[in-house]
């Protein structure tokens, strides 16, 4: 827990200052809200009997000095200078209060600042390998829920968590000055508050822990609902997920009131101590004044004592709501360290390589497992030739590692042994960017961005001109499509481009890719779901404009791959032939097995 | 799917705040009220008392020391100890005990109040959720096509949680702060009005004051709210990219379009921070200046001798008024800035009940259909008739409002479609003039490009849509007559996007058919070819799938929404891209699942892969909204039409 504080409390940053400044402020304005009540009491003492000043502690010697020169029965004088003091004691708690709330807020909000860029820029860095780890859900709420907590925690650290405790100490102190004997009064009630507060949120926390998450897998269950709409209302199952929906609802809300109801304790617990305060402070109160003949105690204090005793417990409780509060953010701080502890599994060469030659690719004998831990290796003792410019069709049924195998070419996993070599070069000795940017690949879970048909092409190449982007697009045949659009490139693309169609989508992400000037393009299943006439289209504007790239196609149909130089069939993480689409119809049955399922298989069933 | 429907353009998250709907509050309170009646008047009773309790303190106080301080002065006239002790302190012990009885009282309503309110607030929450959930199922599909899901999620989430807030703490809170302040005035008013006049005057004050650093706040943290949400939205969607950022080495542009992301959002909270972290120490002050003027001004009555006026009459300025009013006036102010405090919370969680009351307001899916789907046999005529036990066979059950009678007609699966028009948005007809007749038993194939509106026509034949010209009869019975859930319970469907639900894979083959026995579902399953991989499963049927499936591949969860389509049983099929997204080899497993699924039913099939399609009885070749080509395949390539260039352009490139 230690360790997570200090971690995080680096990110403080350039706001160290204002971290430092704001409790440092709280503190003055504390001192000076304690004193106010105090003098402030002394006041009406003075008023009642003006010629008693053994009572005063804080006044004494200005009302002495005063007296001297005004003379002892003008009262009215001495009065505003003590209430002029007064004000000007609220002024400087004014500003130091409004001064530390401004440096909290710098504070804090710089805070969450720094700690979201350095989550960011972290998560910027992972590797596919990292990311697979941690998932994409997990890292958004890191960097938003997580971030937010931890800044709240903060806030309330650098402004209460200083203000309460002072708070506490400082009125005991005082109130032991101010009510002597009458001050124990507060001991016997700071237990019982104390521990109420402790009890009850030991009780409570762990059925709210339980109940968040049970709360979090409520609302998973209707994001399932909504995306599964159409299969609920295909199968007319709208009163079976009500009735479902309701019984999980029901579940919460028990689990939530059986928490409700025992911090329901902290406020009456709360409004007992002070009622027992007020109805103990009046009564022992009169009584000691009246044996004393108004020595031991005088009336001034009454008012001065209660306040005293109403922060004491406001401040009893604020500690136990911070205790409450930081202890929920505390998971929000560890799953945060998580991400800043992470190393990227992929880094840059000591002296990298800065340009890539061609496109030749060599796989020597490689083998990969997606972690250490994995048995099963996902790909194993692959061999693969393929020279700059060949066209190469890769195809195996799921699980059979196609998508793992190109991975390894610009180096999103790195391999567990063997080498791949990129222009004859090992990929690890790469500059990473230099790698990637020679490297296009059109991964099969593909994404755009929100954001213009033009933006989102410029991810391919920045600086690409209106003409290229319109080039590319007809090398995918994206611009047939567009060109429909209303507003054509201009054309604003949703997030996760919800307003366009599968088969859209990919053409887009081909274009996107295109842009690059790869010297080697893969595509990963990325014609799945545009028709075959495109499909073949597409493929053949790529043999035309590009001829030099070297051009790796995994798909599903064997229309996609059988005109390619080189067919590759993977089976189980293992090459199984090699050749093309003749050879391979002689010599390989998965090959043919598959040819004759897509061409024939169901035409022979009639 | 919402190929034509576009969302305008809008920032997903940090809507504008839009002014509040006059009698959203008022609405929220009497749904709240509906819930709860005796509960709601028991806390309401509770807070005033507990209010009461926490108010009048002040009055006790005030006698007790005006008692002690006449007591004191009485010694110095000379009054012994004993004596004085025993004239003033029985009558202190009775204030006291009057006061502990008040004291128990407020005590024991603010208990029952908290309990109450734990049981209202979740118990209101359970209610609107399910209020909400349940209107959500009633919904036409249009809807959830035009929404995106995480607006949809966030009425479960953040507007919920506004709501939370304000059914557990502001209502109450408002109500107790108004009670007190009320308590309060009548108390001060029957202490001193010139004492009250001060606290009046300083309240003015402080209300001005909150106002203007209030008002500026609001605007700051409305901004904050929606640079929190251009921030978050970028991360999420960058974060699900993460890919692709890497492939396209977008890492240092990403980092530097977040870092003015990022930069704006700091610098919006903070502005938005300062502004609710000064108000805190600014109302503070104001009220210990307030009490300073109290001090003074009360001191100057009191050492002037001014004779004081309140509601009870007039008489001397007594010491103990000043130190009630010092109590009285921490209770004020206070008070006074929970209330400030308070109304932000209320218009935010105003809005969010605003945006649960649109939901709860939108138009349901209509149904007139009555024309409903029954079990049925034959009579020993050799008549259709109803019947309660599962026959195997089903009839549609016609009443005819005319004459009154009712007729039975046998569900076949005839599916015809007549010159149908139809388009999402009213201006812009994405299908045109399209007929289809499907007889019963026929497996019927939808060819062509993306965005032909081949799964628009499934769309219409389950009235997910409803048609805007032409006619579709289902076994002679057009589909507006049948009731919605009679139909879609007649029609199979196997989509291309599988959702799977949380629970075991037993649990989602049942889904078809909820009363299926553990025999049936398995014989289904093995009907999907899926029994083995089930069977391979660590827990075989019992294995739980959670989030979509997860842990599953494509095509294994395929399989598992075919099972599920299988134990339904329905006559008529529609697969839409079902076999799209898995690889060729598993397809083969797949097929033959599904031939076995579409033996001697209506099936609708939408494929890419002309494979699959190749052995229909028909296949219709989609373009543009408009049948081109229909016929067999043998017919079609007989045509040397599309279809054939298609067919043949898949060996062309050889």
Same mark, same amino acid.
């Given at each position: ?6 971690k ?39 008023i009642q009997?003006?010629s008693?000043?053994d ?20 009262i009215?004088?001495?009065i505003?200078?003590?209430c002029?003091i007064l004000?000007?004691l609220? &002024?400087?708690?004014l ?10 807020s710098?504070?804090?909000?710089g805070f ?12 910027q ?18 960097l ?16 209460? @968590? ?9 009125s ?13 009064i507060?001991?016997v009630?700071i ?13 409570a ?12 897998k ?11 709409m159409?299969v ?11 009735e479902k929906f ?13 928490a ?15 009622y027992?305060l ?8 009169? +009584?000691?004044l ?6 031991a105690f ?6 001065t004592?209660l ?8 401040s ?5 709501m911070i ?7 505390l998971?929000?701080a560890?799953?945060i ?5 992470e ?6 060469p000591?002296?990298p390589?800065?340009?890539?030659? +061609?496109?030749?690719?060599t796989?020597? +004998?490689?083998?990969f ?8 290796y996902?790909l ?13 069709g890769?195809i ?5 590692s196609?998508s793992?195998?190109?991975q &390894?070419i ?5 391999v ?12 690890r000795d ?21 954001g213009?048909i ?30 429909g ?17 599968g088969?859209q ?5 081909i ?14 299943d990325?014609?799945? @779901? ?6 073949a289209?597409i ?5 035309e ?22 067919i ?8 199984n032939?090699i ?13 043919k ?14 | ?36 009646k005796?509960p ?25 020391i005006d ?12 009054m012994?100890t $004993? ?5 003033y ?8 005990s009057?006061?502990?009885c ?5 005590l024991?309503?603010?208990?029952i ?7 209202v607030?979740?118990g209101s929450l359970?209610k609107?959720?399910?209020?909400m959930?349940g209107?959500?199922?009633?919904l ?5 096509d ?13 507007d ?8 557990s703490?502001?209502?109450p809170?408002?109500i ?16 001193s009005?010139?004492?009250t006049?001060?606290?009046?005057? $300083?309240?003015?004050?402080?209300t001005?004051?909150t ?5 500026s706040?609001?605007?700051y ?10 921030t ?6 960058m ?10 080495n ?23 921070n300062?502004?609710?972290?000064t ?31 309140s509601i009870?009459g ?9 130190v009630?009013f ?6 004020f ?10 109304s932000?919370a ?31 046999k034959?009579?020993e ?21 005319a004459? $009154? ?11 015809r479609?007549?010159e ?20 019963p ?8 490009a ?28 057009n589909i507006?007559k ?32 909820l ?10 399953a093995?009907?999907a ?9 660590p ?11 997860s842990?599953l ?21 529609i697969l ?29 099939v ?7 399609v ?19 395949h ?16 898949a060996?062309?490139?050889?």
């Amino acid at each position: 827990m230690l360790k997570t504080i200090k971690k995080l409390a680096s990110f403080v940053g350039e706001y160290k200052i204002n971290s430092i400044l704001s409790p440092l402020l709280v503190l003055l304005e504390v001192v000076m809200e304690c004193f106010i009540p105090a003098i402030a009491g002394e006041l009406i003492t003075f008023i009642q009997s003006p010629s008693k000043l053994d009572d005063l502690i804080f006044t004494k010697p200005i009302i002495t000095a005063m007296q001297k020169s005004v003379g002892y029965d003008n009262i009215i004088p001495i009065i505003a200078v003590l209430c002029a003091i007064l004000v000007v004691l609220a &002024l400087l708690s004014l500003m130091f209060g409004t001064l530390a709330g401004i440096h909290c807020s710098r504070a804090s909000c710089g805070f969450a600042k720094n700690l979201r860029r350095g989550l960011y820029e972290k998560s910027q860095d992972f590797s596919f390998e990292n990311i697979d780890k941690f998932s994409t859900s997990s890292l958004v709420t890191r960097l938003t829920t997580d971030v937010t907590n931890v800044q709240q925690s903060f806030m309330m650290i650098i402004r209460t @968590a200083i203000r309460s405790p002072f708070m506490f100490v400082f009125s005991i102190i005082m109130a032991f000055i101010v009510g002597g004997k009458m001050a124990w009064i507060f001991i016997v009630v700071i237990p019982i508050l104390a521990f109420t507060l402790i009890m009850v949120s030991k009780k409570a926390m762990p059925i709210f822990r339980k109940v968040f998450k049970k709360y979090d897998k409520l609302n998973g269950s209707i994001q399932e609902n909504v995306a599964g709409m159409r299969v609920v209302k295909s199968f007319v199952r709208e009163d079976y997920e009500n009735e479902k929906f309701n019984a999980a609802s029901d579940d919460v809300r028990n689990d939530f009131t059986r928490a409700e109801k025992i911090l329901a304790f902290n406020n009456p617990i709360m409004q007992f101590c002070m009622y027992f305060l007020m109805v103990g402070i009046l009564l022992v109160g009169s +009584n000691l004044l009246i044996s004393s003949g108004g020595r031991a105690f005088d009336v001034g204090n009454f008012s001065t004592l209660l306040a005293y005793g109403m922060q004491i417990l406001m401040s009893l409780m604020m500690v136990s709501m911070i205790f409450v509060m930081t202890t929920m953010s505390l998971e929000s701080a560890n799953r945060i360290c998580e991400i800043i502890d992470e190393e990227s599994t992929i880094k840059n060469p000591a002296n990298p390589v800065n340009e890539v030659k +061609n496109g030749d690719i060599t796989f020597e +004998n490689v083998s990969f497992k997606y972690s250490q831990k994995a048995e099963k290796y996902a790909l194993s003792s692959i061999n693969l030739n393929i020279k700059s410019g060949q066209t190469v069709g890769i195809i195996g049924g799921t699980g059979s590692s196609k998508s793992t195998l190109i991975q &390894l070419i610009p180096r999103l996993y790195d391999v567990t042994s063997g080498r791949v070599l990129v222009g004859g070069i090992d990929v690890r000795d790469y500059d990473i960017v230099t790698l990637r940017d020679a490297v296009g690949i059109v991964l099969q879970k593909n994404v755009l961005f929100s954001g213009t048909i033009k933006e989102n092409l410029r991810w391919g190449n920045e600086n690409a001109t209106d003409e290229e982007l319109v080039r590319a697009c007809q090398l995918s045949c994206a611009d047939e499509f567009i060109q429909g659009f209303p507003e054509k490139y201009d054309t604003y693309i949703e997030q996760g481009g919800t307003n366009v169609s599968g088969g859209q989508k990919q053409r887009l992400c081909i274009a996107r890719t295109l842009l690059k000037k790869p010297k080697i393009l893969i595509l990963d299943d990325s014609t799945s @779901a545009v028709d075959t006439r495109t499909d073949a289209m597409i493929r053949k504007a790529m043999a035309e404009e590009i001829p030099d790239t070297t051009k790796i196609i995994i798909a599903q149909r064997i229309s996609s791959v059988q005109d390619a130089d080189v067919i590759v069939i993977l089976d189980d993480g293992k090459i199984n032939a090699i050749g093309n689409h003749d050879s391979l119809l002689e010599s390989s049955e998965i090959y043919k097995e598959i040819y004759t399922s897509q061409m024939k298989g169901a035409g022979n069933d009639e | 799917m919402n190929k034509t429907v576009k969302n305008p353009r809008q920032p997903n998250m940090g809507r504008p705040m839009k002014k509040l709907k006059k009698g959203t509050f008022s609405r929220f309170l009497k749904l709240l009220f509906s819930f709860y009646k005796a509960p709601f008047i028991i806390v309401l009773i509770c807070i005033c008392l507990s209010a009461i309790a926490t108010a009048c303190p002040s009055i006790f106080q005030k006698y007790v020391i005006d008692t002690v301080s006449t007591a004191l002065k009485e010694m110095q006239s000379g009054m012994s100890t $004993g004596t004085a002790l025993d004239t003033y302190l029985p009558p202190v012990i009775t204030a006291v005990s009057i006061l502990a009885c008040i004291y128990v009282v407020g005590l024991v309503s603010a208990f029952i109040q908290t309990r109450t309110m734990a049981v209202v607030t979740q118990g209101s929450l359970h209610k609107l959720r399910t209020l909400m959930f349940g209107k959500m199922q009633k919904l036409p599909i249009k809807y959830f096509d035009t929404h995106a899901r995480g607006d949809i999620m966030s009425h479960y989430t953040n507007d919920i949680d506004s709501l939370r807030q304000l059914i557990s703490q502001s209502i109450p809170q408002i109500i107790n702060t108004v009670i007190i302040l009320c308590t309060v005035t009548v108390i001060m008013l029957s202490m001193s009005f010139w004492m009250t006049l001060v606290i009046v005057c $300083g309240v003015i004050v402080m209300t001005f004051v909150t106002k203007k650093i209030g008002g500026s706040g609001a605007k700051y943290f409305r901004m904050q709210q929606e640079s929190l949400g251009a921030t978050e939205g970028y991360v999420e969607e960058m974060i699900n990219g993460q890919k692709v950022v890497k492939v396209f080495n977008y890492e240092p542009k990403s980092k530097e379009r977040f870092d003015k992301l990022n930069s704006k959002l700091c610098s919006d909270s903070t502005n938005a921070n300062i502004r609710a972290n000064t108000l805190m120490p600014i109302m503070n002050n104001l009220g210990h200046i307030l009490y300073v003027f109290l001090v003074l001004i009360g001191s100057l009555l009191f050492t002037n001798g001014v004779t004081n006026v309140s509601i009870t009459g007039t008489e001397l300025f007594t010491i103990g008024t000043v130190v009630a009013f010092l109590g009285l006036s921490k209770q004020f102010t206070n008070n006074v800035s929970q209330l400030s405090q308070q109304s932000n919370a209320i218009i935010m969680a105003l809005a969010g009940a605003e945006r649960i009351f649109e939901l709860l307001d939108e138009e349901p899916e209509v149904d007139n259909g009555y024309v409903t789907l029954v079990n049925a046999k034959y009579d020993e005529n050799g008549q259709l008739t109803e019947t309660n036990e599962r026959t195997g066979i089903w009839a549609w059950k016609h009443p005819h409002s005319a004459d $009154g009678t009712v007729t039975y007609t046998r569900l076949m699966g005839d599916v015809r479609l007549n010159e149908v028009d139809f388009g999402y948005v009213e201006d812009k007809i994405v299908l045109h003039d399209v007929s289809i007749y499907a007889e019963p038993g026929q497996k019927i194939a939808f060819v062509g490009a993306t965005g032909a509106g081949k799964t628009t026509i499934t769309n219409l034949i389950n009235r997910f849509y409803d048609i805007a010209d032409g006619k579709i009869r289902y076994d002679g019975i057009n589909i507006n007559k049948i009731k919605k859930d009679d139909l879609r319970r007649s029609l199979g469907v196997v989509l291309q996007d599988v959702n799977l639900f949380t629970g075991t894979v037993m649990d989602n083959i049942r889904y078809g058919k909820l009363d299926a026995t553990d025999e049936e579902c398995i014989a289904a399953a093995k009907r999907a070819n899926a029994h083995s991989f089930i069977e391979m499963l660590p827990d075989g049927y019992n294995t739980m799938l959670t989030g979509s499936g997860s842990g599953l591949s494509q095509g294994q969860r395929q399989l598992i929404s075919i099972a599920r389509a299988a134990v339904a049983d329905p006559p008529v099929m529609i697969l839409d891209e079902a076999t799209s997204s898995i690889d060729t080899r598993t397809e083969s497993i797949v097929s033959a699942g599904m031939d076995a699924l579409m033996q001697g039913r209506t099936v609708f099939v939408i494929a890419h892969r002309l494979s699959t399609v190749k052995n229909s009885d028909v296949i219709m070749v989609l373009d543009k909204g408009r049948i081109i080509e229909r016929g067999s395949h043998d017919d079609l390539i007989a045509q040397k039409g599309k279809y054939y260039q298609l067919y043949t352009g898949a060996f062309e490139l050889e």
